[in-house]
């Protein structure tokens, strides 16, 4: 697996009339395989709306969101699904979590949805708790999780599925900085591993050095912010 993805003329509206926000404007950039971005900005500058259109969940007003070649904008019902279901992994900012199954069927969930042999699931899902620190915890709630440990159970969650892209909507907000730090370079390793793409939103300038590269969001309009910060 060796994903790129090129963004270009990205727009996001919302609403119409005297009451539409330009959510992002014009946004273009372009990754290479086994890149980690972080994406930096101040509140309401257009950072989310930005990811869940990669993410296939929200439709763009125009522009192009290439996938290993593929245009993601304008594919519909059946062909979105599969997009978003096999090619990413999201981890919202508010991780929703299925608060009546413990952190350990939180993960397996997935691989049900996705009908996959869940024996390899079982071993995976350990794996990821393992490298998360939320061994001690598989068998706990979700409701019975600290926040913190709730946000590791969403990224797990978020990785069962092995996806080329990985999104990722502040990771580190619940985290104290050592453990956060622990997270994102669990998150950095399997994305070089496999050739993968993260992309990272956060606050947080001590983990978004970890990346490869930082880009800086402001009013709806992406800029490149320091250069090889990290390997
Ligand atoms: N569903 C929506 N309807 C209307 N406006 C929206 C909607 N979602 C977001 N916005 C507006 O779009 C702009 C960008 O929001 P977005 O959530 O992408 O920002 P953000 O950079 O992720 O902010 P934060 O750091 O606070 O999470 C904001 O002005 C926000 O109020
Ligand atoms: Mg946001």
């Known amino acids: ?10 727009s996001k509206t919302y ?7 330009a959510a992002v404007r014009g946004v273009r950039f372009a990754t290479e395989p086994g890149e980690f971005v972080a994406i930096v900005g101040p509140s309401g500058s257009g950072k989310t709306t930005m990811l869940a259109m990669i993410g296939g969940l929200l439709t763009p007003t125009s522009g192009s969101i290439r996938v290993n070649g593929q245009e993601i904008v304008g594919l519909r ?16 900012q508010a991780n929703n979590l299925l608060p009546f199954l413990t952190a350990r069927e939180n993960l397996l969930v997935m691989a049900r949805i996705n009908g996959s ?10 794996q990821l708790l393992e490298e998360l620190g939320l061994t001690h915890r598989r068998d706990a709630l979700a409701t019975e999780l600290s926040g913190g440990e709730r946000q590791r ?3 797990g969650r978020a990785l069962m599925n092995d996806p080329e892209l990985v999104l990722v909507d ?3 907000a619940s985290l104290d900085s050592a453990r956060g730090r622990q997270v994102v370079q669990s998150l950095i390793a ?15 300038m001590a983990m978004a050095e970890l990346a490869d590269r930082i ?3 402001h009013d709806g309009q992406l800029t490149e912010r320091l250069a090889g910060v990290a390997g």
């Open 190 to 204: 399997e994305v070089k591993g496999r050739d993968k793409l993260g992309i990272m939103v956060t606050h947080d």
């Open 215 to 217: 880009l800086e969001m």
């Open 15 to 21: 609403g119409e009339g005297d009451r539409a926000v």
């Open 117 to 126: 042999d869940m024996r390899a699931a079982r071993a995976r899902a350990d």
């Open 77 to 92: 019902g059946k062909a979105l699904a599969e997009y978003r279901r096999r090619k990413v992994g999201f981890v919202f």
């Open 153 to 155: 159970v969403a990224i």
């Open 1 to 10: 697996m060796s994903v790129t993805l090129e963004v270009s003329n990205l």
């Open 170 to 172: 502040e990771p580190t």
